[in-house]
Structure formats: structure tokens, C-alpha cells
């Protein structure tokens, strides 16, 4: 999900080998043994402080922790997605378990209900589009509803109609989400009673289907209010000209929220621009959105009340296009850049709660912005990771050629750097240097739950490593199949 510019060649192997044990990879040392011994962990310090030496005094007994001897009923787990489908394995990377050899696109988080341990998705067949849902760790199915049929020939040979359309209303952008709690409900997107793509929720427990928008306007990315009282609809449109090939819609017809309990529709101002920017939320009722502005970005950066519409001011400044949100604090991380009578300038920038004027974190601006909810950082890409009260800041190993970044529980990190076309993983804990553990491009980094000493490592091939604290010697776990692009952590 974060390569932003890592332009080097990509590697493919289709065939996936299920649990490939070797001894020894070529210029990196490989066991199948579990390390043991353990060094207590300090708290994470700021890459830019003075990194002494780890101390060598070894007089503080080992622990053990058992191996695990199965694939853990309960969780939690560890989950990767694929091109061969989607995998779980216990916290230090054992068991890897195929639960579905469907491929699903885009964010996996608002497709899985981790009170009800199941994985709604959307897949494709020679009838149409389908929402199934998977159940985690047994992986059995169970087809929901049939959103739309449409051959992939008649997709091909008109491009340009009504049911192609909603076909990619449906298929290109997030098309689930489940209801926050206890995860009753599930939203979709579907046209299942009509030509265009409309709002559904299915309920688990009744098994019904109940459709809650309707019209001409394409409904595309589901999105729950925290407490689950409200779903966010946006309606948007393919207009011509198209041009030689079809990209996403081209028009934000309107946004409206839903209120569950009785199915109200609630008309929303539309935010200037063809995108639904969404930040994330104040709290159960109010949203945070911007305007698109082509001279000078993004701006008017605001909250939205779900129930009557009503908009607030949340910071005047202009910004570069990337903000993102911690779910921490609520605090906003975004990027800036001069030329326009609002900016701020160059730099990163962070607004914390009850703040009306931002810091300033960063002397330059980035060229992406987003939260790592398993490491609870910003990446502010190139520059570093921040924390959510912008008091702690991890450079990366080398600047502009590290990416796919991981922290741990204990602050340790792990980063892929590429340099010459040559990818490897470099790792580092609090007060100690950094160390190359393993050599390969890198499809996912991340640490483990449980302890946070464990990393996992995904490679371009499918490989599966891990590496524990304190030699980071890489085991080979299994391999996963081609682009794993998320990794991600299920309690």
C-alpha cells in the first residue's frame, strides 16, 4: 500500500509452495530455530538523538516462551492478502493458513468484523459480482447476494453503458463496510433492484436485505459513523468526455448520510470537487472533510453534522493535497507547501485537539501522508514517522530509498531499503544501531502483535520470514504467492 515511488522491478512467481523450510538463503543466514533469549526493551527515542551501544552484559537469564503447536482457534492473528487470496498465521508468523483463494481489491479493514470473525468481500464471475462472506480461521463461505449480472464480455464491448457503469460503482471502490459493536449489520453497495449501484445493509442475525437509497447517482464507499447509528453515502456519475480509456467517476453528485434506525436520507453539502474527501471523525455525529481547490489544493478543512448537515470551520490554511487522522488522539498530520495566501509553507504540520493554529513538525513537505495503525504513527513520506502528539519522530534508515516502514510495540523498527535496484530489510531497536537482517525487495513488514519482537517479512516471491529480537535471524515460514499488499494485524 505505500510504495509511493519505489520504481523497481517487479517479480513474479505464480506458483505458490506451502511451507518451502530451507537452511540458507545466499548472503543471509537462515535457521528453523525459535531464538530464545530476550533483552529487556527501552522506550522508543527519536532516530535523530545520540545511538549508544546496546549493553553486552548478559547476565539477565533468558525466558522462553512455548512454540506454538498449532494455528491458534481464538486468535489473534495476523492477516495477509494476495494474489493467491488471504492468509492468517498465529502472532509469530506459524501456521500460515489459506482462508480464501479469492483475491479481493483494495482496503481489507472495512471487510473484516472482528466481533464475528468474517470477511465480507465482493468477487467476480462469468454471471456478474457477488458479496460473500468467509469465516476466519475455517475459511467456510457463504454467498450473501448477487449485486449485478454482467458478462466480462459484454463489460469489454460496452464500456460505456448503463450496467458497466454500475458494475464499476460496485467493484472499483470499497464496497463494504461493517457496522461498528457488535457488527450486525453489514452496508454494501449493489444493483441488485436497479440499473445503478445503490446502498443495502444485510443483517447477520435475520438474514435480510434491505436497500436504502435509490436514483440515477452511482452509490460508492460505504462508511459507518462510530457508533453505528449513521452510513455515509456518496453519489457520483461517469460523465463524457472519456477520453481513450475509463478512469474513475468523474463527478461527486451528492453525499447524503443514512440514519439506520428508521432509514432516513439525510442531504449533506457536497464538498467542492469530483472526490468525497473524507479525514475520518470528531466523534459519533460529525465527519471531517475539505474542498478541492485547483489553484491552491486542498482548503476549508471542516466538520460535518450527520444528523442536520451543519458545518463548522476546523482550520482556515490551505494544505498539499495529504492529511490523514490518528484514532489516537484525533489529531491531523498534513502536508504543506507555499503559494497560496493561506498556506502555511513549506513543511508538515500537525493540529491537535482544541488547537485552532497548527505546529510545525517538518521543514519539508511530503509527498504522502498517512496512519500505520499497527506501528500508531504518521508516515510522513520521505521525512519520518511522528507520533500522534508529535513529540516522537523516527528517521528512516536512508533518506528518499526506505519504505514499507513497521515499529513495534517496544519502538523497535524495521524499514525496506532499496538502493541500485537492491532491496533489503534493515532493522533497528531503542539505543542500538541499525542492521541488515535479510536481502530481497519487500512486499510487507510487520511486527507482531503479542510481544512485539517477532518481524514478519514478506518478499516480492511470496516468502514468508520471521525474524525475533535479539538476532533478527531470519526463518522461512512459508510462502504466500504473488503481491501481498496488506498485512495487518486481527485480535
Not at 494474489?83 to 501456521?95: R, V
Not at 454467498?143 to 460503482?169: C, G, M, Q, V, W
Not at 513537505?365 to 508529535?390: H, M, N, Q, T
Request: with cysteine.
Amino acid at each position: 500500500m505505500r510504495h509511493y515511488l519505489k520504481f523497481v522491478p517487479a517479480i513474479l512467481l505464480p506458483v505458490v509452495s506451502m511451507l518451502c523450510w530451507v537452511s540458507s538463503l545466499p548472503g543471509t543466514q537462515v535457521t528453523q530455530n525459535t531464538p530464545t533469549g530476550s533483552l529487556m526493551a527501552t522506550s522508543p527515542v527519536p532516530n535523530k538523538s545520540p545511538a549508544p551501544q546496546l549493553p553486552t552484559d548478559t547476565s539477565v537469564p533468558p525466558t522462553y516462551t512455548p512454540e506454538p503447536t498449532s494455528l491458534n482457534f481464538s486468535g489473534p492473528y495476523i492477516l495477509f492478502k494476495g494474489q493467491s487470496g488471504i492468509w492468517i498465521t498465529n502472532p509469530d508468523g506459524s501456521f500460515p493458513t489459506l482462508v480464501s483463494e479469492k483475491v479481493v481489491q483494495g482496503d481489507l479493514r472495512p471487510s473484516l468484523s472482528v466481533a464475528n470473525r468474517q470477511i465480507a468481500m465482493v468477487t467476480q464471475n462469468d454471471q456478474g459480482l457477488d458479496l460473500m462472506i468467509v469465516n476466519i480461521p475455517g475459511g467456510e463461505v457463504e454467498t450473501i447476494a448477487h449485486l449485478i449480472s454482467i458478462t466480462r464480455d459484454f463489460e469489454i464491448n460496452y464500456p460505456f453503458s448503463e450496467k458497466a457503469f454500475a458494475t464499476y460503482a460496485i467493484r472499483d471502490y470499497p464496497d463494504v463496510a461493517w457496522q461498528p459493536g457488535n457488527g450486525r449489520l453489514l452496508a454494501f453497495t449493489g444493483a441488485i433492484n436497479g440499473p445503478t449501484s445503490d446502498l443495502y445493509t444485510y443483517d447477520t442475525q435475520t438474514h435480510e436485505i434491505k436497500q436504502l437509497t435509490s436514483g440515477l447517482s452511482q452509490s460508492i464507499s460505504p462508511i459507518w459513523s462510530p457508533d453505528g447509528a449513521y452510513i455515509l453515502n456518496f453519489g457520483v456519475s461517469w460523465v463524457p468526455p472519456f477520453g481513450g480509456a475509463i478512469g474513475p467517476a468523474n463527478r461527486l453528485d451528492g453525499v447524503w448520510a443514512v440514519r439506520v434506525s428508521d432509514g432516513k436520507l439525510i442531504a449533506l453539502a457536497k464538498p467542492k470537487g469530483n472526490l468525497p474527501h473524507i479525514v475520518g471523525w470528531l466523534d459519533a455525529e460529525h465527519y471531517i472533510t475539505y474542498d478541492s481547490d485547483d489553484k491552491c489544493d486542498s482548503t476549508n478543512l471542516r466538520s460535518v453534522n450527520v444528523v442536520n448537515g451543519e458545518e463548522k470551520s476546523i482550520m482556515s490554511y490551505n494544505f498539499y493535497n495529504y492529511i490523514a487522522q490518528s484514532p489516537e488522539n484525533g489529531a491531523l498530520l498534513f502536508s504543506s507547501a507555499p503559494g497560496c495566501s493561506t498556506s502555511l509553507g513549506e513543511g508538515v504540520f500537525i493540529l491537535l485537539p482544541g488547537q485552532t493554529t497548527p505546529g510545525k513538525l517538518l521543514d519539508k513537505r511530503a509527498w504522502g501522508i498517512e496512519w500505520l495503525p499497527e506501528g500508531k504513527v504518521f508516515e510522513a513520506y520521505p521525512e519520518a514517522l511522528l507520533s500522534s502528539d508529535g513529540i516522537t519522530r523516527y528517521d528512516p534508515p536512508v533518506y528518499d530509498k526506505s519504505f514499507e516502514p513497521a515499529v513495534s510495540r517496544e519502538g523497535y523498527q524495521a524499514w525496506e531499503v532499496i538502493e541500485n535496484y537492491q532491496g533489503r530489510v534493515v532493522v533497528r531497536v531503542p539505543g542500538g544501531e541499525w542492521q541488515t537482517i535479510l536481502d530481497g525487495l519487500v512486499d510487507q513488514l510487520i511486527w507482531d502483535p503479542a510481544e512485539g519482537k517477532t518481524l514478519l517479512i514478506v518478499l516480492r516471491d511470496g516468502s514468508l520470514y520471521a525474524a525475533s529480537f535479539p538476532d533478527f535471524i531470519p526463518r522461512l515460514m512459508a510462502n504466500l504467492g504473488d503481491n501481498v499488499n496488506q498485512a495487518f494485524w486481527l485480535p
